[in-house]
């Protein structure tokens, strides 16, 4: 068995998530796509992150942004072609820069040619590629029944009837993806053999959507969470990391990734620490780590019973239990992902910090500071590095997520159970166009992202918030996120990526601080004021420590008032 303990250079890694559609546009349709990309890397390299995540540029028909692959092995019409992507691939490598490409196969597009083969009667020999069932029964008007009380995560049944064959099909996520049937060893190989394929291509490694889900309970059972008054759309309980999903994974890493130095990110909600070690154990030969979305759950409210689409203010303390659980549980045995935001959720200086002129860039720098000096891998995703925000478009018509529009359609248009002003002000919170809105690369018309109309429509303040703006400025927020993976692929890399981790203050809510200890006796002292207000606190650590031995490596202010912590202060102290 090959261990994955000690150090590896993806432990080390600081990895920026590309969603290309938003990213930069070559050819002025409004679009970004790999060419784009390819005349960013440069700023990429500047920023000196090492790995670009990137989301899916398969051939897609785009019901859900690509997440809907229609052919593996080929290249979304309007991200460019395959010549495209070798040249974007050649230059990030000539740039020292790896790429990780996001794969889907829990499901792909019905457009795919395995479903329309699979759809087409039951005898066809791809019928089996995907999972169908027989109807429960008929209702008192003789249509067929779904066969189980199952919702999909993007609204309504997660089932679809087929008139043609009689029977229905699963799909968790949009009627438009339907799920594949892993228990078939022949979709089993097709995958495997299409993850060897871009792996000899010269692809870094992959991250792995919803990759928890492949495995379906035995016989399908009907969720007993399901309140159809109140839910608009979720995963069923009863689905998450099934009885096979771990045999599924070992065999995949044998039979793609063992022998080969890649790097491996699997996508997994509803997974308690206990569990993600099984998945990125040293031991497990599964994957090299995983994205858990417990600590993305703090502002939502279970009481209302619609799961992601509630908000609430979050608790500082709750926030720091959970990400302090993971570091903790994980310590020695598991590697784990940092993340605050993604193409699927809020613009994390929104969420958790501050978007006002006055402290944007502060609480920015906080929160980078936050999450860079713990334990695990950090990922940047695409603006975050100078400060984008949420957006709040006018109408629900400027949306372009079809997560959003669906929750709306049912909440406010059908059902009546929010106002639209209630509807609006939770897109506003939680819609996932919040992180979707085109890079702002500069204040001139197009905000450096087109030339053309872009695809959905730009947050009005790209003329105060941009990347050249940033890199104007050599206190902006860029600079902070430089410093700080400077600090870690080079000065800092054992303390910051191999100590151990030791929270301190559970209890305080307003204050994050922990610390790290080297194995030759240096410490980090991690200190973070998430309020606007002006605080005073004192660690034993700084006490103990004589002035000679007490070194401050990073802050957002410009000195140093001791056991005063200013509004969004944040700043770091290596100890011996």
């Known amino acids: ?254 039979r793609t990734l063992a022998g080969r130095d890649v790097m491996t990110v699997g996508e997994m909600s509803a997974t308690p620490p206990e569990e993600a070690i099984q998945f990125a154990g040293f031991e497990s030969e599964e994957l090299n780590m995983l994205f858990h979305f417990e600590h993305m759950g703090v502002d939502s409210d279970p009481a209302t019973g619609m799961g992601k689409w509630s908000f609430t203010k979050y608790d500082l303390v709750e926030l720091k239990q959970i990400l302090n659980d993971w570091q903790t549980k994980l310590a020695g045995k598991a590697w784990g992902s940092l993340y605050w935001n993604n193409h699927d959720q809020p613009r994390v200086v929104s969420r958790f910090g501050n978007d006002s002129p006055e402290y944007r860039e502060l609480s920015g720098k906080m929160l980078a500071t936050t999450l860079h000096f713990m334990q695990g891998t950090p990922y940047i995703f695409q603006g975050e590095e100078f400060g984008m925000t949420n957006v709040e478009f006018g109408s629900i018509d400027d949306y372009r997520d079809l997560d959003s529009l669906n929750f709306y359609e049912d ?88 100590a151990d981790f030791v929270p301190l203050d559970p209890e305080d809510a307003e204050v994050y601080a922990y610390e790290r200890h080297g194995e030759k006796g240096e410490k980090l002292l991690v200190i973070n004021n998430f309020t606007a207000e002006t605080l005073e606190r004192t660690y034993p650590l700084l006490e103990q420590a004589e002035g000679s031995a007490v070194q401050l490596v990073i802050s957002n202010y410009a000195d140093d008032a001791g056991a005063t912590l200013r509004p969004y202060e944040s700043k770091v102290y290596k100890v011996g």
């Open 1 to 254: 068995m090959t261990s994955t303990a000690g150090k590896q250079w993806w432990k080390e890694a600081v990895v920026y998530q590309v969603w290309p559609r938003s990213f930069q546009d070559s050819d002025g349709d409004g679009v970004g796509d790999l060419p784009g990309l390819t005349s960013r890397l440069p700023y990429l390299a500047k920023l000196g992150v090492n790995v670009i995540w990137l989301s899916p540029m398969f051939a897609s028909p785009n019901d859900d942004m690509g997440y809907d692959i229609s052919d593996y092995r080929e290249i979304m019409t309007e991200f460019g072609t395959m010549a495209d992507f070798d040249q974007m691939l050649e230059t990030a490598h000539s740039l020292g820069i790896k790429i990780l490409l996001d794969i889907v196969v829990n499901h792909t597009s019905d457009e795919h040619e395995w479903f329309k083969q699979s759809r087409s009667s039951r005898e066809n020999p791809f019928r089996d590629y995907y999972i169908w069932r027989d109807s429960s029964g008929v209702d008192e008007e003789g249509n067929p029944l779904p066969p189980n009380n199952w919702y999909s995560e993007f609204g309504g049944p997660a089932w679809v009837y087929d008139e043609t064959t009689n029977q229905w099909y699963m799909h968790i996520f949009s009627k438009k993806q339907p799920d594949l049937n892993w228990e078939n060893p022949a979709v089993r190989e097709e995958i495997y053999s299409m993850i060897n394929w871009w792996l000899d291509k010269g692809v870094d490694g992959f991250r792995l959507d919803a990759i928890n889900i492949i495995s379906k309970p035995e016989g399908l059972p009907d969720d007993p969470s399901v309140d159809p008054d109140k839910h608009s759309s979720s995963i069923p309980f009863v689905i998450h990391n099934g009885t096979r999903v771990h045999e599924w994974m070992h065999e995949l890493n044998q």
């Open 411 to 498: 909440m406010v248009t059908e059902r009546g159970i929010l106002t639209q002003e209630e509807g609006m002000d939770l897109v506003y919170k939680v819609g996932r166009d919040n992180a979707r809105t085109p890079v702002q690369w500069s204040a001139e018309t197009g905000a450096g992202f087109t030339s053309g109309t872009p695809w959905i429509g730009f947050n009005p303040n790209f003329t105060e918030i941009n990347a050249e703006d940033a890199l104007a400025r050599e206190d902006s927020l860029f600079y902070h996120y430089q410093k700080l993976i400077q600090l870690r692929r080079e000065e800092l890399t054992d303390l910051m990526v191999y």
